[in-house]
Structure formats: structure tokens, C-alpha cells
């Protein structure tokens, strides 16, 4: 603390409701819940109820706005320990604060206000298409290690609003690869990266939905009304197919993701429902069967081997990969969804749609599993190797169970046919 005074953040927007009270009625004071991080360092001030997960000392604290080109002195009520003191000449406003002293007096603290809405994006103008972005809502579905941080980084993207959904909570052996940290130990997953996303983007409008996929479906398709994008982040089978077919009846283009047993690769699919493959055309029983996925849990493991699996073999399975193994399919999905969100809104995307014409990517960690047999990485360009993406050439299946049913936009409409 030597040196540098502590400093008090207000945020912009909590102020101005102030003033716009000062205006009628002239001098005001309000009672303000005051943060004190790193004893004392730090305050943040919120003059309203927080949309976002804070965290520090409460104390009490009052915001006062006068007239006049200098603050007032004026005495401080009993129990505040923190005093923000707003002049206002004309447009000129001077800000002083005052923290009360255990031992008795003030001492001077700086004061900042935090402008929020509408400020924090505006360095990624260029790179993304903002406005665009802004009106978009999308559905994480799954907010295991890979959901959290794709609800992270499509939240610092700037879209406008996002549907969370998961039946989970937040349990110790998650902690470690979790965007989440030991302090949302139990509780809701969606609630836990609720406020995770609010702290990096507080112009977000979430919707919450605690559900099971398989088992809630009117439930997911109510909270998933109306989206632009499913990111299908889920870690069974079952509920990624479900998730398909979601993705076909209500057209919402999906990006599914899944990481490979102890996260040895990952694999990202882009469904643009009866325009490309769905996720049944590519994940046959046989192509199923041939890379295993991971599991985190071994009551899900056993849920869909098959009855003659070892319980032995099962163990081996829930071994779980690093964090940073699953970063890498996190971080493409977020690329994929970004784009598809973007196309023809232009902004720095626009060229990576042309690049992105698969719609399948295989990643490879390690030379492991289905991996083994890839050649070493080296300085050789024209062969596999892993920490690279491929995107695969992969159609729609005649015989697809969930997709072959001829899509009704694509028959002629017979009375404009004719007409
Ligand atoms: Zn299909």
C-alpha cells in the first residue's frame, strides 16, 4: 500500500442514475455497498445491486453529488467506512474519496469510474463485425471444461446474449480443467459460468437453464428458442445426437465438439442443418467405434459400453486429458462459431470463411490412440501431424437415419411453382 493510494471504482453507468436524480432534486447522497480487496487496496462501490460475481470485504459505503465547483465537507454517518464526494460545476465533475481510519480520521483514496456498457468491445472493431455480433444470441449446451471457456470467449467476443445449459454442479474434480474455480465448489454449473461471463462481458444478456438433454426435451427446446447457434459442448454420445436432432427440426446451425480418449485429439463439426452433413452422416456406429471418446465419469462410461467391456478398461477410459489438451477444440469451435455468426456481416472473419469450407476437423495432441501410427512432426508439411487442424471432406450420407428426409425448403412450393 506505500506509495500509491488505495483507489475506490465506481461504475459509469450506477453514477449516472445518480445524476439524473441529482437534476430533480439537487444535492443527493445514496448508501452504496463498498468492496475492500487486498485489505484495503482496492474498493469497488456498487450503488446498485451487482449483476456480477464480486467478491472482497463488504463495508458500508455513501455516494454523495453536490453543486458547486469544490467538494463539500460534510460529516460522515456513523458506520460508513467509505465517502465518494462528486462536485459538479457546469459539465465539470470532480471526484474525492475517503476511506475512515480504524484509529480514527479519513484518509484520501483516489476515485475512478468504470465506464461499462457499450465501452469494452469497442477495441475489437475491425476484427469482428460488433454491431453484428451484438444482435446475436447462442446456446452453450454443456458447460464442462470446453463449454466454460467457449461461454468465456464468445462473451468477450461481444455477442448480445447467451442461453446457458447444463444439469450439473460444480464438483472438486472438475476444478482443475473448469473455467470455474474452487470457490463455485457446488454450485451450478450454469450459474457458475453465469457469472463468469457477466464479469468479462456485464452487457450480456443470460438465460439460465438447468436441464437434461435427453431426458428434459421440451425444457431445451423452450430455452434454445430462437437462437442463431448451438455450440454442442455435451460429453455423451446420447446427448449429442440429440442435440442433432434438435439442430435439424428447428434449422439452428451447431457446432459440435468431443475430445478423444484422455484427450489424445478432438474432433469439431459444423452443422448447417440439410446443407452440409449432420452429425449423424459422419458419426456412424462404425467411425464411433473406432475412437473412443472420453469419459469424465465412470457411471458414464459404463452407461454406454458394451456389456462385455472390462470394468478395468473402463477405468482406463475416464482418465481425463490436461486443460491444456482441450483448450486447442474449445478454441476452434469458438472460431467456428464466430464465423458463422459473422458470414456476410463482414469484419475480419469474412476470410476465414473461405478457409473454413469443411465442415468436419480432426486435432491431434499426441501421437496416441488413432494417432499412433502419424509420423513425427519435424519440418514436413505434406504429411499428417499433430498440434494442426484438417479439415476433411465430409457430405451428407444417402442412408442418413436423421437427415435424408428431403428437406421441405429445397421441394418446390407447388402453387408458386405452377402460379
Ligand atoms: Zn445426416
Redesign the pocket.
Known sequence: MSGHPPTAFLYQEHVNELFRQFQQTGDTETAALGMAIDGGEVFHVYLTEPRIHFSGQPCRATVRLHRGPAVREAEIPAGVRLVVDIGITGDDLTARGRIVLDAGGTREIDVKFVPVQGEMYVRAKGLVPTAALARKSVAVVGLGSGGSAIAVALAQSGIGRMVLVDRDRIEVGNVARHACGIGDLGRRKTNAVRDLVLGKNPDLDVVTADLDVVEDVPALQQAVDGVDLLVAATDSDRSRFMLNQYALDLRIPTVFGRVLSRACGGEVLRVRPFDG??L??VYTTQFLAQRPREYSRLSEAREEAQAYVDPGDLEQQIQVGLASDIAPVANFMVKLALVELSRGAGGGLDSLDEDLRADFYVWANRREGVYASWPQMGFEFTKPAVLRWYGANVG??AD?G???VPDPASVPDAAGFFG
Do not use: G, I, Y
Request: hydrophobic share 20%; aromatic share 0%; net charge positive.
Open positions: 452433413p449432420c449423424a452422416c451428407r450420407r442418413c436423421a437427415c435424408h
